[in-house]
């Protein structure tokens, strides 16, 4: 592991805030790493408020848009709403569904077959809309990059409205409004709003035009906060406000689905960690597995007996999931020995037979193993599909789009993306890959990392200090739980290895003569030997509550250990 400390901010801006909030210089400095510097800014973190909502009329597009479909509810036109899959797309069609159904009947949804029809747009989709008599389609997380698919609907007279958060491509699609903050010209104030979260601008800018304020609008923004923790978008600006009010939805008076999906976890408040762990998973699930659009029945299901019925078919799936999961890693794993794959700058593998709805996660796990740019294919039709996977401060949507000419499609995000191409082509794509990665990649990208906020001691830690670092909640991309430095360290005699594959690390450490915490470090029980015999050693960690036996704790979540 590579540790990187955070450089110290400028003292000045550290101690004219810590004198402005009359907090220390830690907690300051956290927050000027954060790009806190003034009170007002602290302000809108420490207590994010729904006027800090921006107006949707700022989006570009947003007033055509809603006059859209109050025409098409002025004329008794029948609405399709079109979703992605994947946890965005189903609760952002779930979203935008069961608010226009408040006020008007004539809507029905769709969420396209992974493995008949693929991701986004797709013509099956458009032919049940002609089917149907729909005559306008609201696509959810999709339609950027499908000029074609739009064009297609105008031929059968069928208007699109596309709200999308992912990089439009060169040529936007013919549609009656695209609403994408990405847009080069687009000049909407926050441009990291996930697919869900664009789906409720529209909803905003409709709920304004029936003289329906932000507080109206709450009950749907437990479905926002799922999606934005779902896919991994930067939790500053907007999307902090929308999660941290979506949060307390899930925590206070969640909708049927949701609440069939936790009640029988044990933690009272949830956050942002267990919905992305938690929540996520299972409503991917249905899609991985069987299909979406099991998750928007969920998701839109009223009657809670109803709903527990969905959430038991749907944890049904996370348990096929799971299994799959772990086999495809395995042959995965195997596939890179047998192919001496150990010392490429990419993991890329391909297996036909491999479950397309669970390659996402594969590639994922092959990170944890291989640190380094991932694509993992299966064969999708007469096509083969990948998902792919990055590390930290790598763009591999710029690598793939540096690869184009071997691709059928590719879209996405930094991070995370998804491409077809011809069989034909795997090798040769496969090739150019590691030769633009390798071009392109710093050597030490490829070495996972721990960022260090700061260095602190153990005298540092108090009650007062906690409670302020857990009003820094909802952590996230842009706003990660601190992770703190102390040297010097040493275990009580306590420590042991834990876990039912004895994985896991649990201590008792001590700084000097200062009280001690418990610390667990889950997969570092291959540092036991380094911790447990009585020498000193410095530890990477974060700061977490502990409950046991009705006793509420400190605890230190390692991150890693090291000698000096």
Request: with cysteine; aromatic share 10%; glycine share 8%.
């Given at each position: 592991?590579?540790?990187?400390?955070?450089?110290?901010?400028?003292?000045?801006?550290?101690?004219?805030?810590?004198?402005?909030?009359?907090?220390?210089?830690?907690i300051?400095?956290?927050?000027?790493?954060?790009?806190?510097?003034?009170?007002?800014?602290?302000?809108?973190?420490?207590?994010?408020?729904?006027?800090d909502?921006?107006?949707p009329?700022?989006?570009?597009?947003?007033?055509?848009a809603?006059?859209?479909?109050?025409?098409?509810?002025?004329?008794?036109?029948?609405?399709?709403?079109?979703?992605?899959y994947?946890v965005?797309?189903?609760?952002a069609?779930?979203?935008?569904s069961?608010?226009?159904?408040?006020?008007?009947?004539?809507?029905?949804?769709?969420i396209?077959?992974?493995y008949?029809?693929?991701?986004?747009?797709?013509?099956?989709?458009?032919?049940?809309?002609d089917d149907?008599?729909?005559?306008?389609?609201?696509?959810?997380?999709?339609?950027?990059?499908?000029?074609?698919?739009?064009?297609?609907?105008?031929?059968?007279?069928?208007?699109?409205?596309?709200?999308?958060?992912?990089?439009?491509?060169?040529?936007?699609p013919?549609?009656?409004?695209?609403?994408d903050?990405?847009?080069?010209?687009c000049?909407?104030?926050?441009?990291?709003?996930?697919?869900?979260?664009?789906?409720?601008?529209?909803?905003q800018g409709?709920?304004?035009?029936?003289?329906?304020?932000?507080?109206?609008?709450?009950p749907?923004?437990?479905?926002v906060?799922?999606?934005?923790?779902?896919?991994?978008?930067?939790?500053?600006?907007?999307?902090?406000?929308?999660?941290?009010?979506?949060?307390?939805?899930?925590?206070?008076?969640?909708?049927?689905?949701?609440k069939?999906?936790?009640?029988?976890m044990?933690?009272?408040?949830?956050?942002?960690?267990?919905?992305?762990?938690?929540?996520?998973?299972?409503?991917?699930?249905?899609?991985?597995?069987?299909?979406?659009?099991?998750a928007?029945?969920?998701?839109?299901?009223?009657?809670?007996?109803?709903?527990?019925?969905?959430?038991?078919?749907i944890?049904?799936?996370?348990?096929?999931?799971?299994?799959?999961?772990?086999?495809?890693?395995?042959?995965?794993?195997?596939?890179?020995?047998?192919?001496n794959?150990?010392?490429?700058?990419?993991?890329?593998?391909?297996?036909?037979?491999?479950?397309?709805?669970?390659?996402?996660?594969?590639?994922s796990?092959l990170?944890e193993?291989?640190?380094?740019?991932?694509?993992?294919?299966?064969?999708?039709?007469?096509?083969?599909a990948?998902?792919?996977?990055?590390?930290?401060?790598?763009?591999?949507?710029?690598?793939?789009?540096?690869?184009a000419?071997?691709?059928?499609?590719f879209?996405?995000?930094?991070?995370?993306?998804?491409?077809t191409?011809?069989?034909?082509?795997y090798?040769?794509?496969?090739?150019?890959?590691?030769?633009?990665?390798?071009?392109?990649?710093?050597p030490?990208l490829?070495?996972?990392?721990?960022?260090i906020d700061?260095?602190i001691?153990?005298?540092?830690?108090?009650?007062?200090?906690?409670?302020?670092?857990?009003?820094?909640?909802?952590?996230?991309?842009?706003?990660m739980?601190?992770?703190?430095?102390?040297?010097?360290?040493?275990?009580?005699?306590?420590?042991?290895?834990?876990?039912?594959?004895?994985?896991h690390?649990?201590?008792?450490?001590?700084q000097?003569?200062?009280?001690?915490?418990g610390?667990?470090?889950f997969?570092?029980?291959?540092?036991?030997?380094l911790?447990?015999?009585?020498?000193?050693?410095?530890?990477?960690?974060s700061?977490?509550?502990?409950?046991?036996?009705?006793?509420?704790?400190?605890?230190?979540?390692?991150r890693?250990?090291?000698?000096?």
């Amino acid at each position: 592991m590579r540790w990187t400390l955070t450089p110290t901010p400028n003292p000045d801006t550290v101690n004219k805030l810590a004198d402005a909030l009359g907090v220390d210089t830690r907690i300051a400095t956290l927050l000027v790493q954060r790009g806190i510097s003034t009170f007002e800014e602290a302000r809108q973190f420490f207590r994010p408020s729904l006027d800090d909502l921006h107006d949707p009329y700022l989006m570009k597009d947003m007033d055509k848009a809603v006059a859209r479909i109050e025409q098409a509810i002025d004329r008794g036109e029948n609405i399709l709403v079109f979703g992605d899959y994947d946890v965005d797309g189903t609760t952002a069609v779930a979203l935008m569904s069961g608010y226009l159904r408040t006020f008007y009947a004539n809507v029905d949804t769709y969420i396209p077959d992974r493995y008949g029809e693929g991701y986004g747009v797709s013509f099956a989709g458009i032919d049940y809309a002609d089917d149907n008599g729909c005559s306008l389609i609201i696509a959810l997380d999709c339609g950027i990059k499908s000029p074609d698919k739009v064009a297609y609907a105008k031929e059968k007279g069928i208007d699109f409205i596309i709200c999308d958060h992912h990089r439009p491509g060169d040529t936007l699609p013919e549609a009656v409004a695209v609403l994408d903050p990405k847009r080069d010209d687009c000049f909407y104030p926050y441009d990291e709003l996930c697919g869900a979260g664009v789906g409720f601008k529209l909803v905003q800018g409709l709920g304004a035009n029936r003289g329906q304020t932000i507080l109206d609008l709450l009950p749907w923004l437990d479905l926002v906060a799922t999606a934005i923790a779902a896919d991994i978008v930067p939790i500053t600006g907007e999307n902090r406000v929308l999660a941290k009010f979506g949060l307390d939805v899930i925590n206070t008076s969640p909708r049927a689905g949701i609440k069939a999906l936790i009640q029988n976890m044990k933690r009272q408040t949830l956050t942002i960690s267990d919905v992305v762990f938690t929540i996520a998973p299972r409503i991917n699930a249905a899609g991985r597995i069987s299909h979406g659009k099991h998750a928007v029945a969920l998701l839109t299901e009223f009657d809670l007996p109803q709903a527990e019925a969905f959430a038991a078919q749907i944890e049904t799936f996370n348990t096929d999931r799971k299994g799959l999961d772990k086999q495809i890693t395995a042959e995965a794993l195997l596939q890179i020995d047998r192919n001496n794959d150990h010392d490429r700058k990419t993991t890329v593998v391909y297996n036909e037979e491999w479950h397309k709805g669970v390659i996402g996660i594969v590639a994922s796990r092959l990170i944890e193993t291989y640190y380094r740019p991932t694509l993992v294919f299966t064969r999708s039709g007469d096509k083969l599909a990948a998902s792919a996977r990055s590390v930290r401060d790598f763009d591999i949507y710029n690598a793939l789009e540096a690869c184009a000419d071997c691709l059928e499609q590719f879209g996405g995000h930094m991070y995370a993306a998804g491409l077809t191409l011809k069989e034909e082509q795997y090798e040769a794509f496969r090739q150019k890959f590691e030769e633009v990665v390798s071009a392109t990649i710093a050597p030490e990208l490829l070495i996972p990392e721990i960022k260090i906020d700061a260095e602190i001691d153990f005298a540092d830690i108090t009650p007062k200090f906690f409670r302020i670092l857990k009003q820094f909640e909802p952590f996230g991309p842009g706003n990660m739980t601190p992770v703190f430095l102390t040297r010097n360290l040493r275990d009580t005699g306590f420590g042991k290895a834990i876990g039912s594959d004895s994985e896991h690390l649990k201590l008792f450490v001590k700084q000097g003569a200062s009280e001690g915490f418990g610390a667990v470090g889950f997969g570092l029980a291959k540092k036991k030997d380094l911790t447990c015999n009585g020498d000193t050693f410095n530890a990477a960690y974060s700061i977490e509550e502990n409950a046991w036996n009705g006793e509420v704790s400190l605890q230190l979540r390692l991150r890693d250990v090291r000698c000096e």
